[in-house]
């Protein structure tokens, strides 16, 4: 009965060893959805994971009936995650896409160069091991840029309309204050502490007053 019970503890756990080499790989996209203009660059943004050490596997970027890259495997190493952190490979970069991509080796991630029109469309990615394969896409979407670059320049017409209104805002509130102070009545311009115009005004009055004795001294 005992040695039963030792043999179904081995046999139990042999199972997940054997299910851990073979489990699949794990294939990750960052976003599902990017966007770029004419002659600029995109990123296709993506990692994958392995489900053991010293793995072969292959990554394949396509389009459409396009192959854009293929990059083939033979040796690797990984982190406890599962991230590669070395890997013996080779790319192979298909004639439509030469010159226009730059590969990531490591996280699987693809840059694409000198962007057109046509370069609009769903972009697939898929990682294949024994036994194992695992795709995901990712949707660009490319449109055109300004006819000129003087007009990347100038700000749009949302921010004229925006700026416009607070110039006209700040000169109606200066305009309000000097109304408010030139327009006091002459009961209240002795209250007048606040506008600068009716204190210099004051201040000259209260002078004249005090000098005129003066002067008729001087005239006599």
Request: glycine share 6%; aromatic share 10%.
């Amino acid at each position: 009965m005992g040695s039963k019970a030792i043999q179904g503890n081995a046999y139990c756990a042999i199972i997940p060893f054997f299910l851990g080499a073979t489990a699949a790989h794990e294939l990750i996209t960052y976003e599902n959805a990017t966007s770029g203009t004419i002659g600029q660059s995109v990123l296709l943004p993506i990692s994958y994971r392995l489900a053991r050490q010293f793995a072969s596997y292959t990554i394949q970027w396509e389009t459409g009936n396009w192959t854009i890259l293929y990059y083939r495997v033979t040796n690797s190493t990984t982190d406890p995650q599962g991230c590669p952190t070395w890997e013996n490979g080779k790319a192979t970069i298909f004639h439509k896409y030469k010159g226009r991509v730059q590969f990531f080796g490591l996280n699987g991630s693809l840059i694409l160069w000198d962007l057109q029109l046509n370069d609009t469309g769903s972009y697939r990615v898929v990682l294949t091991s024994t036994g194992n394969i695992t795709e995901k896409q990712i949707r660009v979407t490319i449109t055109e840029t300004p006819i000129s670059s003087d007009a990347q320049k100038m700000p749009n017409l949302e921010t004229i309309i925006i700026r416009t209104i607070l110039c006209f805002c700040v000169v109606f509130v200066l305009v309000f204050l000097i109304i408010r102070c030139e327009c006091q009545p002459a009961s209240q311009m002795d209250r007048c502490t606040t506008c600068p115009t009716q204190g210099w005004t004051h201040t000259i009055v209260s002078f004249v007053q005090t000098s005129s004795p003066r002067e008729e001294i001087d005239r006599e």
